[in-house]
């Protein structure tokens, strides 16, 4: 267990909705990392935040937006859902001063677009 | 061109056979190296991290890195059933408080006892 939560596992939702994702990071982490992970494209990296603001971004759609809140957990909001946005999204969270690459990820939260 | 280029496979070994896994890369930046393991309907964890060029060993497993030549490997002596699981090697600038990793998409290996 890498201590990092994510909800919902598994979402079905049809074209042109929209979907939220949450994640909890590790206790006392402050870095919020957003990937996706599709059989194609592998994992991309979408968005970090450090301590509530944005850090990084990588390659977020528009359509996708992203917020850390005061407690630190984290959501991804998936907007005008297409089919191609069908993938895995991982959150991960990283401590600050710890093994440079060492990221600690959720157990995904699978999004499947009818 | 992608940045981290990685044999999806699968591999399929016998146990107790050595597996080598690869991978390129093409950006000279890189400087941190890691190896993820995923299992199937899990998050990736980190396996093992090299800085620059050289080996490092961890019990049954060796990461080697090549940075003359772009090349990233890692070596798993004595396989076991167990290490049926998806490689990710993951390399890294690694020099700022971001943790830019960059993934390739994994080799997919299969341990058969």
């Known amino acids: 267990d890498s201590g990092v939560t994510q909800t919902p596992k598994h979402l079905i939702t049809a074209t042109g909705q929209r979907v939220t994702l949450r994640c909890s990071p590790r206790?006392?982490?402050?870095?919020v990392y957003w990937y996706q992970q599709s059989l194609d494209q592998g994992l991309q990296f979408l968005i970090q935040?450090?301590?509530?603001?944005?850090?990084a971004k990588g390659n977020i759609l528009e359509r996708f937006s992203a917020q850390q809140f005061p407690d630190l957990h984290s959501e991804l909001n998936l907007s005008s859902l297409e089919l191609g946005d069908s993938a895995l999204y991982f959150c991960?969270?990283?401590?600050?001063?710890?093994?440079?690459?060492?990221?600690?990820f959720g157990e995904g939260s699978r999004l499947t677009v009818l | 061109q992608k940045e981290v280029e990685q044999d999806p496979g699968p591999l399929s070994v016998p146990e107790g056979a050595i597996v080598s896994l690869n991978c390129t890369y093409s950006?000279?930046?890189?400087?941190?190296f890691m190896w993820y393991r995923q299992y199937s309907r899990k998050g990736p964890e980190l396996l093992m991290y090299?800085?620059?060029?050289g080996n490092k060993e961890d019990g049954r497993f060796t990461a080697q890195v090549d940075k003359s030549s772009k090349y990233i490997s890692l070596f798993i002596r004595d396989s076991q059933p167990s290490d049926s699981a998806t490689y990710l090697c993951?390399?890294?600038?690694?020099?700022?408080?971001?943790?830019?990793?960059?993934f390739g998409t994994g080799t997919r290996l299969l341990v058969s006892p």
């Open positions: 991960a969270s990283s401590a600050r001063g710890g093994r440079a690459g060492e990221l600690f």
């Open positions: 950006n000279s930046a890189f400087q941190y």
């Open positions: 206790s006392g982490d402050l870095s």
């Open positions: 935040y450090y301590n509530g603001e944005e850090r």
């Open positions: 993951a390399p890294s600038e690694g020099n700022t408080g971001f943790q830019k990793l960059v």
């Open positions: 090299t800085y620059s060029s």
